[in-house]
């Protein structure tokens, strides 16, 4: 069964300090790993995708297929960054994108 | 910007009653979705929809729930018998692509569900 886990329910940093939001997965095939977030009072959004490559809002993501995880990282936590963090894998073969348990992020001044 | 709206933002039901969820995906969207998160738990993925049809569903999509793209531009949700754990936030999400470099959903801003 398609499986995503983020094992930290809740994780509070203090601005200034690194943090890395965990998730791991199991899922057939290769999927493509996303990570969204939702802000207090906003829509779940996307905050960047594993194919891209990219750094977002100074967060990046390695996909590390031997151990099928997809940690999401920042070196230097600002309290903007305070919201709720979602991994998602995506299955191509049916179209089957769901997301882990979520994890809410805290950065204290 | 385009984005998928949702109506209505709160809606109130007897339990036993039909209720009918309705989303508006972004106008060149091809793939659909809708997810639940009931209060203070995860966002529960219930169903994957392309090419009007059903591309994958949850454990909890069950006989109670239908989905439908009645017009081309609409995308509903619809429970029969709404059931008192039916209570949860609901949002629908769309997506031009599956893969590839701009992929991305783009998420309603839900509807409340309060079944009584």
Not at chain 2, 85 to 99: N, R, W
């Amino acid at each position: 069964a398609q499986r995503v886990t983020q094992p930290e329910k809740l994780l509070s940093v203090f601005k200034g300090a690194p943090v890395e939001l965990k998730c791991n997965y199991s899922y057939s095939g290769s999927p493509e790993l996303f990570w969204y977030v939702q802000y207090s009072r906003q829509r779940l959004q996307l905050l960047l995708r594993h194919i891209s490559r990219e750094s977002i809002k100074g967060f990046t993501a390695d996909l590390n297929k031997g151990e099928t995880s997809f940690h999401l990282k920042k070196p230097f936590a600002q309290e903007e960054d305070s919201a709720m963090y979602y991994c998602a894998p995506i299955s191509y073969n049916n179209n089957d994108m769901r997301f882990g348990a979520g994890t809410r992020l805290t950065v204290k001044p | 910007e385009p984005e998928v709206t949702q109506t209505p933002s709160h809606q109130v039901t007897q339990m036993g009653q039909e209720v009918i969820l309705r989303c508006v995906p972004i106008s060149n969207h091809l793939y659909f979705y809708w997810y639940r998160q009931i209060l203070g738990q995860k966002v529960e993925f219930l169903v994957s929809f392309y090419n009007n049809e059903i591309s994958e569903k949850s454990e909890i999509f069950d006989d109670q729930f239908s989905v439908e793209r009645p017009d081309g531009s609409n995308f509903t949700l619809k429970i029969r018998s709404t059931k008192l754990e039916d209570s949860a936030m609901y949002f629908c999400a769309s997506s031009e692509t599956l893969a590839g470099l701009n992929t991305e959903a783009f998420f309603g801003q839900g509807t409340r569900l309060t079944v009584v």
